[in-house]
């Protein structure tokens, strides 16, 4: 499967075996695949990044502004409209991984979901903005970022 940045898929159960990271979002909800995953490719790497995004967005935009009032701003969470929706971007629950753990793409009315690219340039930005701080020592995101994208590596070497 060709994984395409900017689109939204699942991830397979087995990847959360193999980083037993508690600090990642659960795979399924009441037998459902969900989250659903934004991805962005990593330049240097064959790791892809993704996204969770969630629909609970009166959940999160309360965390948002709290942030905000707290910090001045907040690029772990950005809300934006997919698929005619307001939708979750949660990038404070980011995480590595290869191709081989993507399940599938997601689909809707027969097409792949694709976020548009004006909103996938604003998670870039604000994706780069985290990882610098992170880079720096600095705890921007609940996932162990760090250890799972050292397992990843290994994966690729397999």
Known sequence: MLVKEGFVYHIKDEYFDIVKDDT????????????????????????????????????YQKIREAKIKKFGNCDAILIKKFLGKNTVFLLQNMFPTIEKYVDHVHIVNGEEARVINTITKEIEVKFNK???LINKGKKVVFTNIKKDFEIMLIELKK
Do not use: Q
């Open 24 to 59: 990642l979002m659960r795979n399924h909800e009441n037998g459902k695949a969900r989250p659903t995953y934004f991805c962005i490719k990593d330049k240097e790497t064959d790791i892809l990044w993704f996204i969770p995004m969630s629909s609970k967005v009166e959940k």
């Open 130 to 132: 985290l990882m610098n």
